[in-house]
């Protein structure tokens, strides 16, 4: 398959070397004259439910996904009855890492080379994660899921230094404002990840505090972020100073 290539080729197409133009991603996969779109459908056709059920799965997180965290939702989207069993079978994780590799190969998925399963890590190109993200039923149960395991998974402290912890907040702010805890994410924004002044005055972390804030915003713009005024004007002062 040569699908990477040709959704490398598309995203630059549609985006036209400008980034401003980067939320016209997600109208690309749904326009069916497009060569992108067809064969995306044409995946969706033919994908077997559990390799559907994996990367609709994949799509749910914003960051690339551990493969531990990945099995532990995959059975909600097969209608699973014994979900919780399957969790404790070693087998299963180590089918769903299978999965993963077969949908490498076809060029759906980016499944890291490490040779322990549970280690491993998967992530989708933009493209494809907006297009099978769509195809979710109930996507803010799955978020909530996500939002209870890395819950339990993520360090207590606050103010983390280290890149791989800031990314596993900004991963739980994601998922936390998908599933409707719009104040729970403001907390840890402010209170764990210190806002600007730890991210952007700090670390120096422009990028990273900006997709945060965009997250925010864009959830604002549809009119179901549920924030006081106050607290939406500071992620409007801290977005500013981010692009600073």
């Not at 996969?29 to 439910?49: C, E, F, M, T, V």
């Not at 989708?124 to 899921?145: G, M, T, W």
């Not at 005024?229 to 977005?239: I, V, Y």
Request: glycine share 6%; charged share 25%.
């Amino acid at each position: 398959a040569y699908s990477i290539a040709l959704l490398a080729k598309a995203l630059k197409k549609e985006v036209r070397g400008d980034i401003r133009r980067r939320d016209l991603i997600p109208q690309i996969a749904d326009s069916g004259q497009l060569p992108i779109a067809r064969i995306l459908n044409w995946y969706n056709d033919k994908l077997s439910q559990e390799q559907s059920a994996v990367v609709r799965t994949v799509s749910v997180f914003r960051e690339a996904a551990f493969l531990t965290d990945l099995a532990a939702i995959v059975p909600l989207l097969m209608d699973e009855p014994h979900a919780d069993d399957l969790l404790q079978d070693a087998g299963f994780l180590l089918r769903t890492r299978h999965i993963l590799a077969e949908l490498d190969v076809l060029g759906l998925v980016f499944l890291s080379p490490d040779s322990k399963p549970e280690q491993s890590t998967c992530d989708l190109h933009p493209l494809v994660r907006d297009y099978f993200y769509r195809q979710a039923v109930n996507p803010a149960s799955l978020h909530e899921k996500a939002w209870d395991m890395l819950s339990v998974r993520t360090k207590p402290g606050y103010r983390p230094k280290e890149a791989a912890e800031v990314q596993k907040l900004v991963e739980l702010i994601y998922h936390a404002i998908r599933c409707g805890k719009h104040e729970e994410a403001w907390r840890i924004y402010k209170e764990r990840l210190g806002g600007y002044i730890h991210l952007g005055w700090g670390l120096a972390d422009h990028p990273t505090g900006s997709r945060v804030i965009q997250t925010f915003l864009a959830t604002a713009e549809h009119g179901s972020l549920n924030l006081e005024d106050d607290k939406l004007a500071t992620l409007l002062l801290d977005g500013a100073l981010y692009l600073k």
